[in-house]
């Protein structure tokens, strides 16, 4: 009789390891608008993206034959979503970030001035991967972030769903941390063991 025990794939493994899911996961900022308090804006993020990362290749041609190497890498943008919520207050933390990019309401002194250099309005992401408790299994570090497009989206008398705002953003580099979190909690195993019930054989 077959148990869960005999999961798995032959001479691999067996069980099925606990998979990382999609909803267990938090956002927090440094250096956001500034250094304004960022935590509304964490409460409210409700979908992000993680890192895509691309190389340029290049073709080799010799008489009759391609080879290809690879060239410079690029991340492509991150795009996230957030919910407005009444008090406005995860709004008011995008709308600092896009006054230090360019005084877009107001300014400082005559005209409107944009930040002097890249670490005036640059801010760092820290995307990490949760295990269902407090405990983090992978963090990802967004470096030279900054806000490319910002979309408010529209409203309907016919939809009763949240307000959201969706935000394209543009960062320099993202790296990976999985060594520095260890998963303490169980095996990692997603299945239970088979055992045997108490008073049955």
Same mark, same amino acid.
């Given at each position: 009789?077959?148990? =869960?025990?005999?999961?798995?794939?032959?001479?691999?493994?067996?069980?099925?390891?606990?998979?990382?899911?999609?909803?267990?996961?938090?956002?927090?900022?440094?250096?956001?608008?500034?250094?304004?308090?960022?935590?509304?804006?964490?409460?409210?993020?409700?979908? =992000?993206?993680?890192?895509? #990362?691309?190389?340029?290749?290049?073709? #080799?041609?010799?008489?009759?034959?391609? +080879?290809?190497?690879?060239?410079?890498?690029?991340?492509?943008?991150?795009?996230?979503?957030?919910?407005?919520?009444?008090?406005?207050? +995860?709004?008011?933390?995008?709308?600092?970030?896009?006054?230090?990019?360019?005084?877009?309401?107001?300014?400082?002194?005559?005209?409107?001035?944009?930040?002097?250099?890249? /670490?005036?309005?640059?801010?760092?992401?820290?995307?990490?991967? #949760?295990?269902?408790?407090?405990?983090?299994?992978?963090?990802?570090?967004?470096?030279?972030?900054? #806000?490319?497009? =910002?979309?408010?989206?529209?409203?309907?008398?016919?939809? /009763?769903?949240?307000?959201?705002?969706?935000?394209?953003?543009?960062?320099?580099?993202?790296?990976?941390?999985?060594?520095?979190?260890?998963?303490?909690?169980?095996?990692?195993?997603?299945?239970?063991?088979?055992?045997?019930?108490?008073?049955?054989?």
């Amino acid at each position: 009789m077959s148990t =869960v025990n005999n999961i798995g794939i032959p001479a691999v493994g067996t069980g099925i390891l606990q998979p990382k899911q999609r909803n267990r996961f938090r956002a927090t900022f440094a250096n956001m608008g500034g250094g304004v308090g960022s935590n509304p804006l964490s409460m409210q993020v409700t979908t =992000v993206s993680r890192p895509n #990362l691309d190389f340029e290749q290049h073709e #080799l041609r010799r008489y009759n034959s391609v +080879a290809y190497i690879a060239g410079k890498h690029s991340f492509t943008e991150l795009n996230m979503t957030i919910e407005d919520d009444v008090t406005s207050s +995860a709004s008011m933390v995008v709308q600092e970030q896009l006054q230090k990019q360019q005084w877009l309401i107001g300014a400082e002194g005559q005209w409107l001035a944009a930040s002097g250099e890249g /670490s005036l309005y640059k801010f760092v992401i820290y995307l990490d991967q #949760l295990d269902g408790n407090d405990q983090i299994i992978e963090r990802w570090i967004y470096e030279g972030c900054f #806000l490319k497009n =910002v979309n408010y989206n529209d409203l309907d008398y016919g939809d /009763s769903a949240p307000v959201t705002i969706a935000m394209t953003i543009r960062y320099d580099h993202a790296r990976q941390d999985i060594t520095g979190f260890k998963y303490t909690q169980g095996k990692g195993v997603a299945t239970g063991g088979a055992g045997t019930t108490q008073g049955v054989v």
